[in-house]
């Protein structure tokens, strides 16, 4: 299906000439949500980052971050219609838990389309309906008053309007997309879980591949993956361990502060977000962490920005600025 493009009407619910575009992170963590005083600057909430550009509101993941995100839109948008795009990277639980709880999708005046791929032995619909049945959680999918739309991708490319959306799989266990979108203020590239081609080949698990038939497809598939992400503008990249926490954490499905470092430089992006931050690390230790990726750009001599992703923080496009909220 490569090369097909899906084209989808716009949804606006924004003004697309006079809003910047902006990208707001509401839940910046990996793996399960660590509210507390340790983890108040870079945020316990799960994964979930919220995109306005070109009049589309585009949301990334659905993790614990979507509800405070679903609050502050039922707050702005009061009694007008709510309409967005909502992309999932994945079926973890960490992309997709908060679903439940965004508000927006009890509002009747609504309308969420939900796209993703299918997932390791699981449909798209499955992914998003099947944690929504009892007994897991009292109310269906079905249920739900806004106008939902359910779309499995096949294609790697769709336009949400004026915004063109890029997929591409990356190495993670089970089926898992990264997205690069492209909108006028410049292009995002999002993959927050992305454990390094070279250092663990997922796609190698349970077949009788060579160690040089395995090199070679690693290789082929870091080659693609830096050239889907080649200049963006921004890089929102898993960056879970320190390194030498990821000696003892290889095929667990998450790169680390030098891989996350390097490919950034190999794509040659503008600005890297350190994201999907590990459950047990506090701010004091993103803080080192940053510190030690910023160290690595500093020797190489690169102009490649580097910071840790935070929860409430904003990125204004075109100044290329991160604003505190
Ligand atoms: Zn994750
Ligand atoms: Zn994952």
Redesign the pocket.
Known sequence: MRGKIRVLPSMPSVSASSSPVRLKFWGTR??IAVPGPETLRYGGN??CLELRADGEIIVLDA?SGIRPLGVALQKEFQQRPIKLSLLI??A?W??IQGFPFFNPAYDPKNEIRIFGFDGAGATFREIMTEPMRSPFFPITMRELSAKMDINKLSEMKLSLGKVDVHAAFVN?PGVCAGYRIFTSGGSIAFL??HEPYECFLHAARGKQLSPKQAKEIAAAQHAALVQFLRGSDILVL?AQYTDQEYKTHVGW??GSISSAVSLAFEAEVQTLLLF?HDPSHDDDMVDTMVKSARELVEKSGSLLEVAGAKQGSEILLEAKKIAAA
Do not use: E
């Open positions: 990996g793996s799960t994964t993790g990277t994945h973890h960490d992309h993670h927050p879980d898993d499905g998450h999907h």
